[in-house]
């Protein structure tokens, strides 16, 4: 799975998560804050889900991968991508050096290969390959 794939399954599930997808419904609150990020960012498209419709299913599978990962992985993740907060705040927040930047690109990176590693583990378990347990490997 390379890097664009992951980014993609990440924002579907930032999305599914602030528009309130988890109960099978739509949350305004939800859907008004994301057409505002849209907007902050400099997307001006228009109408729900700026024309792209949200996986739910492929979302709750990130849902579940995401709450596997190690407690600043999804941090990082979901500060990044559903609170979308700066730069600046989430260096605090995770005690990552804010300069030179490439820092936070680091972190990032990892955090989202962290992410695609474990929905790879979890296809993987789906397709009855027998390397899996959902768990990270221990050490010794």
Same mark, same amino acid.
């Given at each position: 799975?390379?890097?664009?794939? #992951?980014?993609?399954?990440?924002?579907?599930?930032?999305?599914?998560?602030?528009?309130?997808?988890?109960?099978? @419904? @739509?949350?305004?609150?939800?859907?008004?804050?994301?057409?505002?990020? =849209?907007?902050?960012? @400099?997307?001006?498209?228009?109408?729900?889900?700026?024309?792209?419709?949200?996986?739910?299913?492929? /979302?709750?599978?990130?849902?579940?991968?995401?709450?596997?990962?190690?407690?600043?992985?999804?941090? %990082?993740? =979901?500060?990044?991508?559903?609170?979308?907060?700066?730069?600046? %705040?989430?260096?605090?927040?995770? @005690? #990552?050096? $804010? =300069?030179?930047?490439? #820092?936070?690109? #680091?972190?990032?990176?990892? /955090?989202?290969? /962290?992410?695609?590693?474990?929905?790879?583990? %979890?296809?993987?378990?789906?397709?009855?390959?027998?390397?899996?347990?959902?768990?990270? $490997?221990?050490? =010794?």
């Amino acid at each position: 799975m390379d890097r664009s794939e #992951i980014r993609n399954r990440i924002e579907n599930w930032a999305a599914w998560s602030r528009g309130g997808m988890r109960t099978g @419904g @739509g949350c305004m609150t939800g859907t008004v804050c994301d057409s505002m990020r =849209r907007a902050a960012l @400099g997307d001006v498209s228009s109408g729900h889900g700026a024309g792209r419709k949200i996986d739910a299913a492929d /979302a709750d599978l990130v849902e579940r991968a995401w709450k596997s990962l190690a407690p600043k992985h999804k941090e %990082m993740l =979901r500060w990044h991508y559903i609170r979308a907060a700066n730069l600046g %705040m989430i260096c605090r927040r995770l @005690g #990552i050096k $804010p =300069r030179p930047t490439s #820092i936070f690109d #680091i972190e990032l990176a990892r /955090a989202e290969a /962290a992410l695609g590693g474990t929905l790879l583990q %979890m296809s993987a378990c789906d397709h009855g390959v027998r390397i899996c347990a959902h768990a990270r $490997p221990t050490s =010794r």
